[in-house]
C-alpha cells in the first residue's frame, strides 16, 4: 500500500493555514475545501479548527477530480493566490512544493480490486489521528448496522497502521471479528477467546473485532481485553466494535465516523480500475453505470452490504475478464 503523506508535512500544512486569520472562521475555512469532489460526506470536526483541518487534508490524500488531477495541491494554490503577498502565502507555497513531491504514489492495479481499500477513508482519516503511536490498548466504535464492514475495517487498519509505522509491515495479525449471538457466538465463549490471546501478543500486534448490539456486552469485552494487556506492552491490541447507532460506547472506546458511500464512490472505484487497464471512455462509462444500477442516493447512504455484494460480483467479473472486450462483453449479463 502507498505511503500516505507524513504527520510532519500534514501539521506543518495545518499550522501556515492557521497562521491566516480566516481560517479560525469555520464557514470560511470550508469555502476552500468544499470544491473537492465527495467534500459533502467528508468527516469534520468545525469547532476545533485544527483537528477539523486534519481530517480534511488527510480525506485529501487521495481525492481526484473528474480529469484525474490531485485537489488537495490546487486548493492550496487558491489560497495562496487569495493572500498573495503576505508571509503565510510564502510559506504555502514551499509547503505546497514539497506535497506535491511527496504525493502518495499511485496505487497498483492490482491493489485496486481488494475490497478493504474502497472507500473508508473517513473512518482511517480519524483511526489515524487518534490511535496510540505507542504499544497500547486502543479501543474504537464504529456506529453501523453492517456486521459485515468489520472484516474489511479491519485489514485496512492493519495495512494503514503500518503503511504510518505504528507496527512493522508483517507484524500484525487480524483477527477473525466476532459477532455476539446468544445461540450461535455467545459471549461467554468470546471472553474465553480474548483469554487465548494473551501468548500471541506477546509477538505481535493484534487487530480484534467484534459486532455487539448491546451496550453491556461491549462494557464486558472491553474490560477483559483491558485485563489481558500488560501495564506495559510491547505490541498493539486494536479492537474494533461494531454497534448499532445509538448504542453507548464504554468510557476509553472512541467513536469513530459511521461508513457511508455513494454512488460517487462506487462510480470512482470502476473507473479506477478502468483507467489502469487504459481502457476506452465508452467502456469506462458504461461499467461505470452498471454498477451503480438500481442504488439511489439518501442520507443514510447506500445499504453497505449491497455496496459490498455488488463490489464481490465485480471483483470476481473483472479478475476472471481482464481485457475490455471481455469484460464489455460479461457485463451485459449484470446490466
Known amino acids: 500500500m502507498s505511503e500516505l503523506l507524513s504527520d510532519e508535512l500534514v501539521e506543518e500544512l495545518i499550522g501556515v493555514l492557521l497562521e491566516i486569520p480566516v481560517m479560525e472562521i469555520p464557514s470560511t475555512r470550508w469555502g476552500y475545501f468544499s470544491q473537492a469532489p465527495g467534500a459533502q460526506y467528508f468527516t469534520r470536526i468545525p469547532d476545533n479548527q485544527r483537528l477539523d483541518l486534519r481530517y480534511i487534508v488527510r480525506q485529501l490524500q487521495w481525492n481526484h477530480d473528474a480529469a484525474g488531477e490531485w485537489v488537495l495541491p490546487r486548493i492550496i494554490a487558491q489560497i495562496e493566490r487569495d493572500f498573495a503577498g503576505s508571509k503565510p502565502a510564502r510559506r504555502l507555497a514551499s509547503v505546497r512544493e514539497r506535497i506535491v513531491r511527496a504525493r502518495p504514489a499511485p496505487r497498483h492495479p492490482g491493489d485496486l480490486t481488494v475490497l478493504h481499500l474502497f472507500d473508508l477513508k473517513p473512518i482511517i482519516a480519524m483511526w489515524v489521528d487518534l490511535q496510540s503511536k505507542e504499544p497500547a490498548l486502543s479501543g ?22 503500518a503503511a504510518k509505522g505504528f507496527w512493522a509491515k508483517g507484524k500484525a495479525v487480524v483477527l477473525k471479528p466476532f459477532l455476539l449471538d446468544p445461540v450461535h457466538t455467545p459471549i461467554e465463549s468470546v471472553r474465553g477467546e480474548i483469554a487465548k490471546l494473551r501468548g500471541l501478543l506477546g509477538t505481535k500486534s493484534l487487530i480484534w473485532a467484534a459486532y455487539a448490539r448491546e451496550a453491556a456486552d461491549v462494557d464486558s469485552l472491553w474490560g477483559e481485553l483491558r485485563d489481558l494487556v500488560p501495564p506495559q506492552p510491547q505490541h498493539h491490541l486494536v479492537a474494533l466494535f461494531g454497534m448499532p447507532p445509538g448504542v453507548r460506547s464504554p468510557e476509553g472506546v472512541m467513536e469513530l465516523p459511521a461508513p457511508r458511500f455513494t454512488r460517487r464512490h462506487l462510480r470512482e472505484w470502476a473507473e479506477e480500475i478502468a483507467r489502469a487497464r487504459k481502457w476506452t471512455p465508452g467502456a469506462i462509462d458504461r461499467w461505470a453505470e452498471a454498477i451503480v444500477k438500481g442504488f439511489e442516493d439518501c442520507a443514510a447512504g447506500l445499504p453497505i452490504e449491497k455496496v459490498y455484494d455488488r463490489l464481490k460480483c465485480h471483483v470476481e467479473a473483472v479478475t476472471r475478464d481482464r481485457e475490455e472486450d471481455e469484460f464489455m462483453q460479461s457485463l451485459q449479463y449484470r446490466m
Not at 474504537?140 to 497502521?161: H, M, Q, R
Request: with cysteine; hydrophobic share 35%; net charge negative.
Open 140 to 161: 474504537f466504535a464504529v456506529p453501523t448496522g453492517a456486521e459485515c464492514l468489520l472484516d474489511y475495517l479491519s485489514d485496512s487498519v492493519k495495512d494503514n497502521g
